[in-house]
């Protein structure tokens, strides 16, 4: 079974720090795609990345930088210079191959929160 | 592109009344949807796996009975809590896959959610 790994519950930084949120995952499959989503207070999910097993380069999109490391069954997230508005719960997500569906198995999240 | 909407966004409800969440994939259609339900400070938590003409495919310890799933269309799925009680309240959100050979057939675009509040 799959199963995602956040380890931090909740992290306070002050505004332009660098912040590293963890992901940790396990699967069976070799086909999966891993998923990084913000929930602002509104509720509302918001797409970051799909990364797909297949491609461990690292990605950056502006101040957020993502890296995923299949040896350590890793993905993590950094935002570099964090805003006020970064502050949301971020959920790192799994999802296997067609036979599932492409089902998604989410982390249980880490809320972060910068402060001025 | 990618749009899924829902509705309502907010209800209120009393205890023993039924209500209906809709959701509609507006500009893509949909071979899967999904229904989460989530908690406070929770993660989110499958509830439900719906192909378009099929019966929806249940997690383990949901109520089939108690939330009914309807996807008549490849582009509209509904949840219907019958007979809601203060327990099931909480955010319900769904998701939509597209159908290939869309080049995103592997994803789930989600939609913003009804907060159900059962008095």
């Known amino acids: 079974a799959q199963k995602v790994t956040q380890a931090q519950t909740e992290i306070s930084v002050v505004e332009k720090e660098d912040v590293t949120l963890d992901c940790v995952y396990e699967?069976?499959?070799?086909?999966?795609?891993l998923f990084w989503y913000k929930q602002p207070p509104s509720g509302e999910l918001v797409f970051l990345i799909r990364?797909?097993?297949?491609?461990?380069q690292n990605e950056i999109s502006g101040r957020y930088s993502w890296n995923f490391q299949k040896s350590t069954s890793s993905f993590n997230f950094t935002i570099t210079a964090s805003q006020v508005v970064d502050s949301a719960v971020y959920f790192c997500a799994l999802s296997e191959g067609g036979g599932s569906n492409y089902k998604l198995t989410f982390g249980k999240g880490t809320l972060l929160t910068v402060n001025p | 592109g990618a749009v899924v909407s829902q509705h309502p966004s907010r209800v209120i409800c009393k205890s023993g009344t039924s209500v209906k969440i809709e959701c509609r994939s507006l500009d893509f259609q949909a071979t899967t949807m999904f229904w989460y339900r989530q908690f406070p400070k929770q993660s989110l938590m499958l509830m439900a796996t719906?192909?378009?003409?099929?019966?929806?495919?249940?997690e383990q310890g949901v109520e089939k009975d108690k939330f009914l799933i309807n996807h008549a269309s490849l582009t509209l799925s509904t949840l219907t809590v019958t007979s809601a009680h203060p327990e099931d309240s909480s955010f319900y959100i769904c998701s939509a896959r597209p159908l290939p050979p869309s080049g995103r057939y592997n994803e789930q675009f989600f939609g913003p959610g009804t907060r159900l509040t059962v008095l």
């Open positions: 699967t069976r499959d070799t086909t999966y795609y």
């Open positions: 719906s192909n378009e003409g099929s019966k929806a495919t249940y």
């Open positions: 990364r797909n097993s297949f491609d461990e």
